[in-house]
Antibody, heavy 117, light 112 residues
Framework: EVQLVQSGAEVKKPGESLKISCKGS????????IGWVRQMPGKGLEWMGI????????RYSPSFQGHVTMSTDKSTNTAYLQWSSLKPSDTAMYFC??????????WGQGTLVTVSS | QSVLTQPPSVSGAPGQRVTISCSGS?????????VHWFQQFPGTAPKLLIS???NRPAGVPDRFSGSRSGTSASLAITGLQAEDEADYYC????????????FGGGTKLTVL
């Protein structure tokens, strides 16, 4: 069974760093792109970028380029999304999703990030 | 402002048929990219409802159907049920950024 399990909710202060994770199982992790999606409170879905674990090819949305970093660890079948300096506007739910033949078919349960002083 | 345009809300009585539109442009749906639809309940992850314009993944009732024509796509729900009340999003790809996903702004379906 394909599963993406994300790390738990985080509460951080502005300026702090953060790395959240998305662990895949039930399929060949290296062979499928992993996308990240932001959902701000009460708002819609926004594509942040996508990474291919096989060779770490990354495509960032211009809206998020330079503010987040995507990475993967093939040895643990885990994808990561990190911030070096959080802002209150980063408060949102973050989802990872597997892309299979251009279809985001399986999604993680989401990680809620709250940034507040 | 979302790249794909959806109505903010639709509603219907139990048993009725509703449709949700998704309008794109020549850089996404009009470029030939498939449209996918997702259903999202509050506090949960989006769930794939329709893939590649018209295909239902296993377990999705045949009350849900999709279509695509030109730069637009539609999701139809027949025999509306109370448990269909959720947010619905369309998604496609865009040539603006290689590999990029684009979403509609989402449509809140209310079952009256």
């Amino acid at each position: 069974e394909v599963q993406l399990v994300q790390s738990g909710a985080e509460v951080k202060k502005p300026g702090e760093s953060l790395k959240i994770s998305c662990k895949g199982s039930g399929y060949s992790f290296s062979d499928y792109w992993i996308g990240w999606v932001r959902q701000m409170p009460g708002k819609g879905l926004e594509w942040m970028g996508i990474i291919y674990p096989g060779d770490s090819d990354i495509r960032y949305s211009p809206s998020f380029q330079g503010h987040v970093t995507m990475s993967t660890d093939k040895s643990t079948n885990t994808a990561y999304l990190q911030w070096s300096s959080l802002k209150p506007s980063d408060t949102a739910m973050y989802f990872c999703a597997r892309q299979f033949r251009q279809v985001p078919d399986y999604w993680g349960q989401g990680t809620l990030v709250t940034v507040s002083s | 402002q979302s790249v794909l345009t959806q109505p903010p809300s639709v509603s219907g009585a139990p048993g009725q048929r509703v449709t949700i539109s998704c309008s794109g442009s020549s850089s996404n749906v009009g470029a030939g990219y498939d449209v996918h639809w997702f259903q999202q309940f509050p506090g949960t992850a989006p769930k794939l409802l329709i893939s590649r314009n018209t295909n239902r993944p296993a377990g999705v009732p045949d009350r849900f159907s999709g279509s695509r024509s030109g730069t637009s796509a539609s999701l139809a729900i027949t025999g509306l049920q109370a448990e269909d009340e959720a947010d619905y999003y369309c998604q496609s790809f865009d040539t603006t950024v290689s590999g990029s996903w684009v979403f509609g702004g989402g449509t809140k379906l209310t079952v009256l």
